[in-house]
T-cell receptor, first 115, second 110 residues
Framework: DAGVIQSPRHEVTEMGQEVTLRCKPI?????LFWYRQTMMRGLELLIY????????DSGMPEDRFSAKMPNASFSTLKIQPSEPRDSAVYFC?????????????FGQGTRLTVV | AQRVTQPEKLLSVFKGAPVELKCNYS??????LFWYVQYSRQRLQLLLR?????SIKGFTADLNKGETSFHLKKPFAQEEDSAMYYC????????????WGLGTSLAVNP
């Protein structure tokens, strides 16, 4: 397995544009997480899914952010409209259904720059 | 409130020196504790978890429930240990939400 795959690796966009980040979790994993990483705040959980169903989206900063998981092998995080303060590295992670001690496997991240 | 605290944003040591990255947590119950590491230009990955009681790359971490700590230690730091280290916990039950510390950047100088 190639691990969690995210695309694009880098995205530069202008303020006001729509941005869509994509994630393919590891096959067979039931949980999918979206994180944002910044110097000031470290890692922030935005939302996570279990069996394609959003479980906790309390970390989504505002209505400009939305996430979907139409099937077990694909998820998107959309920002519309984007703002410069959204610039960060966005990580997707997945983990299997097993007990709480199971690790989360991370993608390589998407570095988003909004100018 | 559930919280993970890593008091040091940056830790700098010389090669061969002992290193300890501090992690304290606040959780009412029995959490599972983890250390994750992010090397430069690599993905975040699990370093070790307290339930495994293992040593990875010379690192160990002991869960101290009395002090609610899970400090990461290595007796002799190596330059390749330079990375960002995150402490995290998962609560008991089916909630899989990892609670993260803000991370400690470890720099091991030659």
């Amino acid at each position: 397995d190639a691990g969690v795959i995210q695309s694009p690796r880098h995205e530069v966009t202008e303020m006001g544009q729509e941005v869509t980040l994509r994630c393919k979790p590891i096959s067979g994993h039931d949980y999918l997480f979206w994180y944002r990483q910044t110097m000031m705040r470290g890692l922030e959980l935005l939302i996570y899914f279990n069996n394609n169903v959003p479980i906790d989206d309390s970390g989504m900063p505002e209505d400009r952010f939305s996430a979907k998981m139409p099937n077990a092998s694909f998820s998107t995080l959309k920002i519309q409209p984007s703002e410069p303060r959204d610039s960060a590295v966005y990580f997707c992670a997945s983990s299997p259904q097993r007990g709480a001690g199971t690790e989360a496997f991370f993608g390589q991240g998407t570095r988003l720059t909004v100018v | 409130a559930q919280r993970v605290t890593q008091p040091e944003k940056l830790l700098s040591v010389f090669k061969g020196a002992p290193v300890e990255l501090k992690c304290n947590y606040s959780y009412s119950g029995s959490p599972e504790l983890f250390w994750y590491v992010q090397y430069s230009r690599q993905r975040l990955q699990l370093l070790l978890r307290h339930i495994s009681r293992e040593s990875i790359k010379g690192f160990t971490a002991d869960l101290n429930k009395g002090e609610t700590s899970f400090h990461l230690k290595k007796p002799f730091a190596q330059e390749e240990d330079s990375a960002m280290y995150y402490c995290a916990l998962i609560g008991a039950g089916n909630n899989r939400k990892l609670i993260w510390g803000l991370g400690t950047s470890l720099a091991v100088n030659p």
